[in-house]
Antibody
Framework: EVQLVESGGGLVQPGGSLRLSCAAS????????MHWVRQAPGKGLVWVSR????????SYADSVKGRFTISRDNAKNTLYLQMNSLRAEDTAVYYC???????????????????WGKGTTVTVSS | AIRMTQSPSSLSASTGDRVTITCRASQGISSYLAWYQQKPGKAPKLLIYAASTLQSGVPSRFSGSGSGTDFTLTISCLQSEDFATYYC????????FGPGTKVDIK
């Protein structure tokens, strides 16, 4: 069964750090780009970060750039999100998601997130 | 950055109704659009990608259309399990989600 399981969430004080993990199983993890998406309480989905299949390329939303770092260990089938300098507005459920692609022309792809974890909750509060 | 809007923000409907949700992009995104369903306390679930392609296992009462800046998600005959929040998402450059449309029971 294709599965993503997040862990590492919890309560942290403003300015603190936390590292989230996302364990992948049931598919060839090293072949897929991966994403982190978050959802603040009662709010919508917000894309946070993405990483390519070998970890050599990363991207971030402006709201987390310079504070969060996405990484992966393909030998351990695990995705990470290192979160530093946390703020109250980072409070959210954090989901990891797998990126899938549909080739519609040679070398042209549609991208979408086809597998999601159940999420891990991060609360930033004093 | 590409901004996504959805309308309505919420709607009330009855089982058996036909429901249409609209998503608009601030610039043309071709067909780089997906739709997700989310129920309270659950992860999002992919329904449609490439604007109109139904994800495997998703009931055929769901359909998507559009290209460029205007897109629609249609549920042809609303079922009890369809009461949820629906998000559009563009992936033309960096991913971005619409604000969501909550479908609840009339």
């Amino acid at each position: 069964e294709v599965q993503l399981v997040e862990s590492g969430g919890g309560l942290v004080q403003p300015g603190g750090s936390l590292r989230l993990s996302c364990a992948a199983s049931g598919f060839t993890f090293s072949s897929y780009w991966m994403h982190w998406v978050r959802q603040a309480p009662g709010k919508g989905l917000v894309w946070v970060s993405r990483i390519n299949s070998d970890g050599s390329s990363t991207s971030y939303a402006d709201s987390v750039k310079g504070r969060f770092t996405i990484s992966r260990d393909n030998a351990k089938n695990t995705l990470y999100l290192q979160m530093n300098s946390l703020r109250a507005e980072d409070t959210a459920v954090y989901y990891c998601a797998r990126e899938a692609r549909l080739e519609w022309l040679p070398f042209y792809y549609y991208y979408y997130m086809d597998v999601w974890g159940k999420g891990t909750t991060v609360t930033v509060s004093s | 950055a590409i901004r996504m809007t959805q309308s309505p923000s919420s709607l009330s409907a009855s089982t058996g109704d036909r429901v249409t949700i609209t998503c608009r992009a601030s610039q043309g995104i071709s067909s780089y659009l997906a739709w997700y369903q989310q129920k309270p306390g659950k992860a999002p679930k992919l329904l449609i990608y490439a604007a109109s392609t139904l994800q495997s296992g998703v009931p055929s009462r769901f359909s998507g259309s559009g290209s460029g800046t205007d897109f629609t998600l249609t549920i042809s005959c609303l079922q009890s399990e369809d009461f949820a929040t629906y998000y559009c998402q563009q992936y033309y450059s960096y991913p971005g989600f619409g604000p969501g449309t909550k479908v609840d029971i009339k």
